[in-house]
């Protein structure tokens, strides 16, 4: 047990990483500002090492120790071992998984960086629910679709519940930010992508009939929960689609609506 430390003070500084996980906006502007976030659950905190992301600390009830060993010893990080009811005091949730990790972010990639390998990419326009976003990230991983790009008002990917929504996937897929919207677009557009606008308005083209599949490159855009793309990123795109629907539906969840489109924009693509 080398190098376990047990804390029983919720007031101890070493457990600042993890105070007020509920406190979504403390949390949304702590976490990029001091250049962290917080992974939850083994199999995300074994991602999130595989994916490279460096380990600041640990956080376990005493019951995960042996489960996490492995992963204990390969971390040279503090790693806190606290009863469960300290956890929640401290985080201010029941932390049912029993093990959280904060670890390090990455620099984020450019957009340019990424669009130059990239055959098929996601654009997300305002899509601020971190739920939405860590089932996008999931769909967009398990699709084979190759970057995300996000407008500058989106929710961050590494946020907790994104990370445990996606089950991780958020280290899959690299993402970037454009830092200007929509005027960003013409980057992506002169990276030789078609830029296709999601949309259930009837003018636009259903997603068969475009045959994006075919495209030497592909940019599909997905607006936010109920309001979807903006009325200036419809007029910047090349092509409004849409996915055909029955008995009177009129729309998709917009996690839903992704994996739909993920699948008809990379269908017959070799798997990764």
Same mark, same amino acid.
Request: charged content about 25%; proline content about 7%; overall charge neutral.
């Given at each position: ?74 971390a040279p990080a503090p790693v806190y071992v606290v ?63 190759? %970057?995300? $790009? ?7 990917? @590494?946020? !907790? /519940?994104?990370?445990?929504? #996606?089950?991780?996937? =958020? ?46 490159? %592909?940019? $599909? ?7 979807? @793309?903006? !009325? /200036?990123?419809?007029?910047? #795109?090349?092509?409004? =689609? ?31």
């Amino acid at each position: 047990m080398a190098g376990l430390i047990t804390i029983d003070d919720p007031d101890d500084p070493r457990l600042y990483d993890y105070t007020g996980l509920t406190d979504v906006e403390l949390r949304r502007r702590r976490e990029p500002a001091e250049g962290l976030f917080i992974a939850e659950g083994e199999k995300v905190i074994r991602r999130a090492g595989e994916a490279g992301y460096s380990m600041r600390s640990m956080l376990l009830s005493a019951k995960w120790v042996d489960t996490m060993r492995d992963v204990i010893d390969a971390a040279p990080a503090p790693v806190y071992v606290v009863d469960p009811a300290l956890a929640e005091q401290v985080t201010g949730y029941h932390v049912h998984r029993g093990a959280l990790a904060s670890m390090r972010r990455k620099p984020l990639p450019t957009a340019a960086g990424l669009l130059t390998a990239a055959r098929r990419v996601v654009v997300m326009e305002s899509v601020n629910d971190h739920t939405n976003i860590g089932a996008i990230f999931r769909s967009a991983a398990a699709l084979g679709m190759d %970057a995300v $790009l996000l407008s500058p008002d989106c929710a961050d990917p @590494l946020y !907790r /519940r994104s990370v445990k929504v #996606s089950m991780g996937a =958020v280290f899959s897929v690299p993402y970037a930010r454009l830092d200007v919207w929509p005027a960003g677009l013409r980057e992506v557009r002169e990276a030789g992508f078609r830029l296709l606008a999601l949309t259930p308005d009837e003018r636009a083209e259903p997603l068969d009939a475009v045959a994006p599949h075919r495209m030497d490159r %592909a940019a $599909l855009m997905l607006g936010a929960e109920g309001s979807g @793309l903006s !009325r /200036r990123a419809l007029e910047a #795109s090349d092509t409004w =689609v849409r996915i055909p629907m029955s008995h009177g539906v009129d729309s998709l969840n917009v996690g839903a609506a992704a994996a739909v489109a993920f699948y008809a924009v990379t269908a017959g693509r070799p798997p990764a």
